[in-house]
């Protein structure tokens, strides 16, 4: 296992696109979230799962974001209608359930909204 | 909400000097979560404390709880090049293991 890996690295998309990202988390971890990272803050959480159940969504997000874990493997997040404001780091991380486990996070998806 | 706080937000040492940076939650945390972000990078966890009190170290690292759980420290002495970075304190919220992160504190080391 090479640890949490998502796709692409990078994306570079138009106002009012539609863009889908994948994470493939460590397979022995049943917990997957999504974060976003804006320069020089924290990473701010959007949504996460365990197994293929969303458990919580941010109320900071809007309905055009939306994430699916299908069979409780890989995820992926989708961002409908991009907007400039949507130009962030997307982070996933996978852990082990339980409270007492730190995250591994992938190398994030870079998205510029032009 | 539940927030959590990082002070300072930048601090610039000269290789070889201390750097602290201070965690502080708006309600007790059940644990605290240390992470290193490398410029360019994505968070690395370092460390997790559990018990109120504890300090743990990882070589030049030192890890600190607070009594009533609502703080933590991270002192990393004479400090080198590789140190470079941001790092975050996260605290768990709510009946999962979701995670608040604080802004970061970031440590920019001059040799």
């Known amino acids: 296992d090479t640890g949490v890996s998502q796709n692409p690295r990078h994306k570079i998309t138009k106002r009012g696109q539609n863009v889908t990202f994948r994470c493939d988390p460590i397979?022995?971890?049943?917990?997957l979230y999504w974060y976003r990272q804006t320069l020089g803050q924290g990473p701010e959480f959007l949504t996460y799962f365990q197994n293929e159940a969303q458990l919580e969504k941010s109320r900071l997000l809007s309905d055009r974001f939306s994430a699916e874990r299908p069979k409780g493997s890989f995820s992926t997040l989708e961002i409908q209608r991009t907007e400039q404001g949507d130009s962030a780091m997307y982070l996933c991380?996978?852990?082990?359930?339980?409270?007492?486990?730190?995250?591994?996070f992938g190398s994030g998806t870079r998205l510029t909204v032009v | 909400g539940q927030q959590v706080m990082q002070i300072p937000q930048y601090q610039h040492v000269q290789e070889g000097e201390d750097f602290t940076t201070y965690c502080n939650s708006s309600?007790?945390?059940?644990?605290i979560q240390w992470y290193k972000q490398r410029p360019g990078g994505h968070p690395v966890f370092l460390i997790q404390?559990?018990?109120?009190?504890e300090v743990k170290k990882q070589k030049r690292l030192t890890f600190q709880f607070g009594e009533a759980k609502k703080n933590s420290s991270l002192h990393i002495t004479a400090t080198q090049t590789t140190d470079v970075g941001t790092y975050f304190c996260a605290g768990p919220t709510g009946g999962y293991n979701k995670l608040i992160f604080g802004a970061g504190t970031r440590l920019a080391v001059h040799p």
């Open positions: 404390l559990v018990k109120s009190g």
């Open positions: 397979s022995e971890h049943n917990r």
């Open positions: 991380a996978s852990s082990f359930a339980g409270v007492n486990y730190g995250y591994t």
């Open positions: 309600t007790t945390l059940s644990n």
